[in-house]
């Protein structure tokens, strides 16, 4: 089964930072990664797929790149409804996986 | 607009079976192009894909559940239902249904908001 990792577990940051979040593949998944932002009692949201292609009415200011087991998650202006949790996973291969998540909270 | 709802149990005992519902609306589950599943998220650690169904009765579950578990689709209430048995304090966790696109598969475009199962005496 492919694992994925996410880096950070937590990340501190302030409203207008840049903010970057790795996700690791442990094998070639191409660009079948997924990005999804959770709330506490919210319904998940899919921000990313294909890696990098932004769902619509999604931000402009999420991107993401990567491809083969390196992918990247970037708010280049962190907002204040941005304070969530974001995950990664692929789809490239069943068991579909996904990161530990990753924590971006108010610095 | 597409809705899913998630319900069932919040308290489920050891050993027991955990038995929970996701309702559509705004989408029909006999809809050729998408696939239905289950996932879950355990306190402090990351989501899980459970398992899939496809209307016509098509099912794919994570290895990881051996036997436990089993996903059915009711069309004409347009409700599909996760049956997990044997289930043990690891089991607690936030339990999402959600849709994914026949093509790609394992995508997630939309999700319900989740209901937690607690397992416990």
């Known amino acids: 089964d492919i694992q994925m990792t996410q880096s950070p577990s937590i990340l501190s940051a302030s409203v207008g930072d840049r903010v970057t979040i790795t996700c690791r593949a442990s094998q070639n998944i191409n660009s079948w990664l997924a990005w999804y932002q959770l709330k506490p009692g919210k319904a998940p949201k899919l921000l990313i797929s294909k890696a990098s292609t932004l769902e619509t009415g999604v931000p402009s200011r999420f991107s993401g790149s990567g491809s083969g087991t390196e992918f990247t998650l970037t708010i280049s202006s962190l907002q204040p409804d941005d304070f969530a949790s974001y995950h990664c996973q692929q789809y490239r291969i069943n068991p579909w996986a996904f990161g530990q998540g990753t924590r971006v909270e108010v610095k | 607009q597409l809705q899913l709802q998630e319900s069932g149990p919040g308290l489920v005992a050891p050993s027991e079976t955990l038995s929970l519902t996701c309702t559509v609306s705004?989408?029909?589950?006999?809809?050729?192009?998408?696939?239905w599943d289950w996932i879950r998220q355990p306190p402090g650690k990351g989501l899980e894909w459970i398992g899939s169904?496809?209307?016509?009765?098509?099912?794919y579950y994570n290895p990881s559940f051996a036997s436990r578990v089993s996903i059915s689709v009711d069309p004409s209430k347009n409700q599909f239902s996760l049956r997990l048995t044997s289930v043990t304090a690891a089991d607690t966790a936030v339990y999402y249904c959600?849709?994914?696109?026949?093509?790609?598969?394992?995508?997630?475009?939309?999700w319900g908001q989740g209901t937690m199962v607690a397992v416990s005496s």
């Open positions: 959600a849709l994914t696109p026949a093509v790609p598969r394992g995508r997630y475009d939309s």
């Open positions: 705004g989408e029909s589950l006999i809809n050729d192009g998408f696939f």
């Open positions: 169904i496809f209307h016509r009765g098509v099912t």
